[in-house]
Nanobody, 123 residues
Framework: QVQLVESGGGLVQAGGSLRLSCAAS????????MGWFRQAPGKEREFVSA????????YYADSVKGRFTISRDNAKNTVYLQMNSLKPEDTAVYYC????????????????WGKGTLVTVSS
């Protein structure tokens, strides 16, 4: 069993930065592929970024490429999402997810999800 707890959300002005963290319980964190998804009000959940268990492979949605950076620290059981040059359209609840096999962009059938952290970007 893995529990995921996101933190780091908040209110920021457009152009600003935030760093989200996702702390995982359990000793097998380093075995999991990790990902970030987001859901804006009235919209469907969308893929943001993913990272392989080793941290070697990283993937980004086109909408955040060049602005967001995903990383992980397996010693701390934590995955991060550094978000720079934030835009009002980045406003959403951001969710962390874990899966032993892969993080699909559709986000279906993943092993574990966090409860989310709200990011609000003002114009």
């Amino acid at each position: 069993q893995v529990q995921l707890v996101e933190s780091g959300g908040g209110l920021v002005q457009a152009g600003g930065s935030l760093r989200l963290s996702c702390a995982a319980s359990g000793r097998t964190f380093s075995s999991y592929q990790m990902g970030w998804f987001r859901q804006a009000p009235g919209k469907e959940r969308e893929f943001v970024s993913a990272i392989t268990w080793s941290g070697v492979g990283t993937y980004y949605a086109d909408s955040v490429k060049g602005r967001f950076t995903i990383s992980r620290d397996n010693a701390k059981n934590t995955v991060y999402l550094q978000m720079n040059s934030l835009k009002p359209e980045d406003t959403a609840v951001y969710y962390c997810a874990a899966d032993l096999v892969r993080i699909g962009v559709e986000g279906n059938g993943l092993d574990y999800w966090g409860k989310g952290t709200l990011v609000t970007v003002s114009s």
